[in-house]
């Protein structure tokens, strides 16, 4: 059975950095998708960046220079470093993984930005 499980989040002040790690298990073959959401209090849902087995990726216009997603496929793992926090980007953040057509999510991760 597929498990994903979120790490690193926490509350850190506006301009700091914070690094999350997701790690997949019961993993056979190779996943196609892994990625990162993001939920809001009141807000949808929305991608943050995901990254493909080619090494494609692709972020939402709202983090594009300042977070970096990266995958390490012989463990299973990815990665998001979120540098340049702002306190709009407080949310639960979810680890997604798409793997043999299903769709697995993490437990989410908590962000938060302030001061």
């Known amino acids: 059975q597929v498990q994903v499980v979120e790490s690193g989040g926490g509350l850190v002040q506006p301009g700091g950095s914070l690094n999350l790690s997701c790690a997949a298990s019961g993993i056979i073959f190779r996943i196609n998708v892994m990625g990162w959401y993001r939920q809001a209090p009141g807000k949808q849902r929305e991608l943050v960046a995901v990254t493909t087995t080619g090494g494609s990726t692709n972020y939402a216009d709202s983090v594009k220079g300042r977070f970096t997603i990266s995958r390490d496929n012989a463990k299973n793992t990815v990665y998001l470093q979120m540098n340049s926090l702002k306190p709009e980007d407080t949310a639960v953040y979810y680890c997604?993984?798409?793997?043999?057509?299903?769709?697995?999510w993490g437990q989410g991760t908590q962000v938060t930005v302030s001061s």
């Open positions: 997604y993984v798409w793997y043999r057509s299903n769709n697995y």
